[in-house]
Structures are given as structure tokens and as C-alpha cells.
DNA sequence: CGTAGCCTTGAAGGTGATCAATGTTTGTGG
DNA sequence: CCACAAACATTGATCACCTTCAAGGCTACG
């Protein structure tokens, strides 16, 4: 860890995210105005759904997962926010509560934004709208990928779900998951039964596939859970 | 029909709808530039997924269903359009593809405008990029709550299905859903065989709960729908 | 008046859910 | 550092729900 100066030094690691890319030291400066830095620790709450929204935050490092109460007790994972994700952002400009709860999955750092700051320097910044635009419509995409499976069988869906993943990966380690996963954790995002999932995952740990460490994933052999996906 | 000066007459029709409020007639003649209006029959296709995204179109009158097509033959459906919608505009700024295909469900008619116009015009208005990600935050919490029922048994998700139809119904005749809808277009929508569809909706017409009428649906007792929704 | 699209019903079968019990690892506090 | 709790992984048995396949009827439309 340098020691430089805490929100100068984060302001440069921000820069550098696709979201703010191109933009001067000076704006960056008045876009964060009045944010800071947070640490969160596995499991650990950034908001709850049905909270008022005052804040939306920039992911720094390690992963959320956005999560949504179901009738039953269970919960549904919508979305694992990784680091350049923005998380809360999209209901800021709506004036209703979270639709959703934020956990971290992992120790984790964000950027945290007050909601006066978005209403007063994003909100009317054409670029930031349609970055913000372009994230929305990325995020939809997966979703509707994954409901265009929902008849498939289910190592089908885990294994899209794994590639989805994996394909976030930035550099060094690309067989690793860029986030930590429990199987119940794959079980809530896809609407299934823990034990379901641990069926199928344990099958491909036994054949080499796949291995699990401290619920970090290694995917051993890519191509074999690529051709999962399109056997018949 | 009057019979007006069919520009003007359209541009007028056109300037009530929510995503236009409050602008003038000039920056309206100016967003619109270059558009045509676009009859569609039942079941003729607007645009079709992997085409180049060239334009894109408001609904005015019918609907139209927007499909992905499916590793095996069957679509399944990911919006159903109705008048006020935007459909295609969200490509508009990815130079991507179109992701879905559009077709109309009964005779409607849409307003088709150029990616030309969107760039000159669409982008750079921070108003419009505002209330284009409102509509994307509006579809992606459906998509959202009909995942969030996955694992509920088919006659909640059907029941959910409808009422959420239903409350897009302006103004008279609040009983009938706003569109034609088959139990196949109901069942690509859910990602279900259509012979479930069929099983659970015959039930609710026997007793009286729906009725059906060339593809209108009529929900004769919508508190025992919501009662559906709500039990164990 | 025939075809195409849609609806219906039945029988058989499979996939994944549920329930229950147990093992394993991680984390916490004395 | 140990003991205990909590979270996570696993395995087996049973069963319900939904799918699939097949056959037939109804209605709209050219």
C-alpha cells in the first residue's frame, strides 16, 4: 500500500475504470465530490433492499452480489458487481428505495457517492448517462442469456453461468473465477436447489473439470464446459 | 381516421407520450427527423435479431413481441412492446446488432426513425438519455420479479404474468389485457412448454376466473388472481 | 373449403425439489 | 490454542411437477 494521500490516491485508481475514461482530473473531482472510500468484510451489508437510496457507490476491488428477497425465504442473486461496476446508480435518478440488497462477497472496497452528487454533476452529464446506459444494457443482456436457458437442463445453465464469469476476467489467471462462489451462491443466481447444483459440480470435480479452493473456482478444462453448453 | 397532413397529424400523437413531455413542437420536429410511420400485421416482423441496427421505432398502436431465438427451435419471448415503448433505441448507441427480433402481435403501427437521428439528435440530449434509461430500469425490474418467481410453482407465474399485463391497461375496459396473447406466446414468455400454459388457464376458465376471446384475455376475478400470487 | 394456427386432453417419463442426515471447513471467543 | 458455532459441502431416498409425445378438435382466414 503507497502512502500517499487517501483520496488522491483513489482518485487515480478511479481514473482509470472504463466508466470515467477520458475525462479531466478536474471533473473527476467535482463527479466524486464528497465521496469516500469503504471497506467491506464477507458478508458484510452495503445496503438493504427497500432502504432509501442516498448513495450508489463505484466497485474497487473483490465483489458484491446484488440480491433480491423471494416470497419464500430463500434469496435470487440479480447480479455479481467486480471491480468498474457501479452499484445504486440506477435508481438514484428515480427517487424510490433499492430494489435490491448489497453483500460482499469476500473482503471488498468501494467508492461511495452521495446521491446530491449525482443529482448535481451526473445526472445532467450526457457522457455519464450513456456509459451509465451502456452498463444497463450490458447487465440485461446476461440476464435475458441466462433466461434464454431456462429450459435447457441444468448443467447447461451452471456451466453458461461459470463461462459468464469467467469472462470477466482481467489478465493474469484466466481459468480462476474473478470472485469467490459457493455453490449456494450459483444455486440463488439461478433460481435452483443447492443440492442440484452440487450434484452437477461435484460430477466435473471428479472428472477433472473443475477444482474448488476456499470457494474460489478454477475451471481446469474451459473447453470441456464449453462443449457442455452446446451438446444437443 | 382524420384526415390530416399525416406528418403533422403523427407528430402530434406522438408528442403525448411520456417519453416526450414537455418538449416543444420544434426540438420534437428535430428529434423525429426522418422518420417515417410503419403499419405492421399480425405477426410481421419489424426487425430481426442480427440484423445491423439501422433504426429503431416508438410503438403507437398494437404491440410487438420481442424474441430471442432459442439453442433448440422454440423463441422465448424477453418484452412485449405497447404503445409508448421504445424498441431497438438501446442498440443504438453499441453499434451492435439487433439482440432480438421484433414482431407485431395483431395489426399495429410504430413511428421509424433513422440511427442518423439518433446520433445527431438522441445522444447528445441528456433529457432523452435520462428517460431511454428509465424505460431500460423499468424492463430490467420485470425481468427481474419474473426471475425472482423462478422457482415458484407455474400457476403463480402465470398468474404474476398477467396482472403484471394488466396493470399496463390505460384507462377503459381494465379487465382485458392490452394485447392478443396466445398460451404459446404465454408460455415462450416464461420459458415453460405450452401444454403446461394450457393445463393451468383451462383450470381458471372453468372456474370462471378468465375468459378468452380470439387470443383476448379477460380476467373476470383479478382478486383471486392476486390471491394465487399470495398463497403459501 | 381447405389449410394454418391455436387449443385441448391423456399417458408416460424424467429432471430437479425436498427432506434428512452427516461430513468438512472457517471463523470466533474464552 | 482449543472448543464450539456457523457456514458450507455432500449423499441418498422419495416424490411432485412439468415435459414430452401423440392425437384430435376448433376457429379464422385466404
Redesign the pocket.
Known sequence: MPNLNSTEFIQNEISGLALFKGMSKERLAEILNGGVPRMH???QVLYHAGDEAQSFSVVLEGAYKLVRPTP?G?DLIVYFATPGDVIGALVMGSGKPYPVTAIAM?PSRCYLIPRSTFQKEWAGDVLLQQRLNAFLYSRMSLIQDEKTMS???????IANLLLQLLDRNTGENDQILPLP???????DS?????????????EW??LGMIR????HIEILRPDQIVEIIKES
Chains 1, 2 share one sequence.
Open positions: 468484510k464477507h458478508r419464500r430463500d469476500g429450459r435447457a437442463p441444468l448443467h447447461q445453465r462462489l459457493t455453490r449456494q451462491e450459483i444455486a439461478l433460481g435452483v436447489a443447492v443440492e442440484s447444483v452440487i450434484r452437477v459440480m461435484s470435480s471428479h474448488t479452493n476456499d470457494r
